[in-house]
């Protein structure tokens, strides 16, 4: 039996945890003040900045194109995450080793830095400012975090199943669709929700790459925090943190009963 974690130790790491997370809370409430600024504690309780948010077509805009690059990064990711997944853990030939360093090379990269020089990049292919554009920048971040939970599970699914489809004259394309994806399902899901959530809250780099005509929520909140601090803000920042926490959350789940299935497998 594994051993017990110290209680002093539980303590440790919900402190931690809390003070980690206790000052991000602090917008949920200031989201319902009836005061016309920024306050905490807030003055009175209140809807109407809800209704502000949701009745302002500037933040309506900017909700539908974050939601628009979250789903298509996170469709690009899955299908490119999966594909070199399959390419790199099946496959044998030689530098492989330095294709997934360099595929995994975003997740350590400066945001800055890779900003830069997709700003660059895009200026002299003429899409900066597109949507297009943006989701592919998005994608670069959002793709690493697919293939890793991609790969996690193809290393641990039994191959001996293909093999024996295989054998039965199944093709490549059937064995993929009806045996191994639905195998390592649970590791796709997980990296999309992670490759949405990235998308969801990326910040430096659809700053570099929006424009005054495709801007995603937090670019929009981030201007706001330049111009005024409008309780919008708020809101803005609650719906952002409430839609990654859910996400996240969901992700860890299926996470968990992955390992839980692994650890009763006979």
Not at 90 to 95: A, T, Y
Not at 99 to 117: R, T
Request: aromatic fraction near 10%; proline fraction near 6%.
């Amino acid at each position: 039996m594994p051993a017990k974690t110290p209680w002093a130790l539980k303590a440790f790491g919900i402190t931690v945890g809390a003070l980690l997370i206790l000052p991000t809370l602090v917008v949920i409430p200031m989201s319902f003040s009836a005061s016309a600024f920024l306050s905490f504690p807030p003055q009175g309780l209140s809807l109407v900045w809800y209704r502000e948010f949701f009745t302002d077509p500037v933040w309506m805009s900017a909700v539908a194109q974050s939601l628009q690059v979250a789903v298509c990064t996170t469709v690009l990711s899955v299908v490119l995450g999966i594909m070199t997944a399959l390419g790199l853990i099946r496959g044998r030939f030689r530098g492989k080793g330095l294709l997934q360093v360099l595929i995994l090379s975003p997740m350590i990269m400066p945001l800055v830095v890779l900003a830069v020089g997709l700003f660059l990049v895009y200026s002299d292919w003429r899409i900066l400012g597109s949507l297009g554009g943006l989701i592919l920048g998005h994608t670069v971040v959002a793709y690493p975090l697919v293939y890793i939970a991609v790969s996690t599970s193809l290393h641990g699914m039994d191959r001996s199943l293909e093999q024996a489809a295989a054998s039965l004259g199944a093709t490549r394309w059937f064995v993929f669709r009806t045996v191994t994806l639905p195998l390592i399902a649970p590791g796709v899901l997980s990296g999309a929700l992670f490759a949405f959530t990235t998308s969801w809250d990326e910040l430096i780099l659809s700053i570099f790459l929006s424009s005054p005509i495709v801007k995603t929520l937090p670019v929009v909140m981030w201007q706001q925090v330049q111009t005024e601090l409008s309780p919008t803000l708020a809101v803005a920042a609650t719906l952002v943190m409430a839609t990654t926490i859910v996400l996240v959350v969901t992700a860890a789940w299926i996470g968990a009963r992955r390992n839980v299935r692994k650890a009763v497998k006979p």
